[in-house]
């Protein structure tokens, strides 16, 4: 089975630029989840989906991150514009929400953004 | 506020040396919890879930104490390779998230 994918690996901006990461979710996920991590610090969680819809997105800083999930299986993430304080990578997770595994979170390789 | 608490370490642990590590937790009403490691420049990989009061998977123990909130994850025999860092995970029962621990960093030595 694929496991979660995610485009690209690293990524290289200056601030004030915009950037794009993409996730592929493994197959049949319903909840897809995009998450933030800073060295030494778990994964902050910035939003989170079920099919096409939006669960939460209390943490998406608004006003410069946007995420769609159009057709209800891949998605992607937004920064425009970015700060030097997005540098972080960018977990892109999924879950099946059925069956006795139904919380078990599954990670992509995640992106790893440095904004200079 | 929801939280989910871990010792950073480092602990340094000679190889073939049992260790034990927390992850405390503040929710009562949190029925999943997960171990997750981490390695450097990687992403989060499951390492074991609890669903009741314990599990086990060779030389990993995780076990749930309801009554003090925490779980904990017991690694026995230690190798070289089990050097990363642990993440602890609580669900979130009512919209499917998980609360994250900070990690605690192992590191074992030979």
């Known amino acids: 089975e694929a496991g979660v994918a995610q485009s690209p690996r690293y990524k290289i901006i200056e601030k004030r630029q915009s950037v794009a990461f993409w996730c592929n979710p493994i197959s049949g996920h319903a909840t897809l989840y995009w998450y933030q991590q800073i060295l030494g610090q778990g994964p902050k969680l910035l939003i989170q989906?079920?099919?096409?819809?939006?669960?939460?997105d209390s943490q998406l800083p608004k006003d410069r991150f946007s995420a769609e999930r159009l057709k209800g299986v891949d998605s992607t993430l937004k920064i425009q514009p970015a700060k030097l304080e997005d540098s972080a990578v960018y977990l892109c997770?999924?879950?099946?929400?059925?069956?006795?595994?139904?919380?078990?979170?599954?990670f992509g390789p995640g992106t790893r953004l440095t904004v200079l | 506020r929801k939280e989910v608490e871990q010792d950073p370490g480092p602990f340094n642990v000679p190889e073939g040396a049992t260790v034990a590590f927390n992850c405390t937790y503040s929710?009562?009403?949190?029925?999943?919890f997960f171990w997750y490691r981490q390695d450097c420049r990687k992403e989060p990989k499951l390492l074991m879930s609890v669903y009741s009061s314990g599990n086990e998977d060779g030389r990993f123990t995780a076990q749930l104490n309801r009554a003090s909130q925490y779980i904990s994850l017991l690694i026995r025999d230690s190798k070289l390779s089990d050097s990363a860092t642990y993440l602890c995970a609580v669900n979130e029962e009512s919209n499917y998230q998980l609360i994250w621990g900070a990690g605690t960093k192992l590191i074992i030595k030979p």
């Open positions: 989906f079920q099919n096409n819809g939006v669960v939460d």
């Open positions: 929710n009562s009403a949190s029925q999943s």
């Open positions: 997770a999924s879950s099946s929400r059925t069956g006795p595994s139904y919380n078990e979170q599954f």
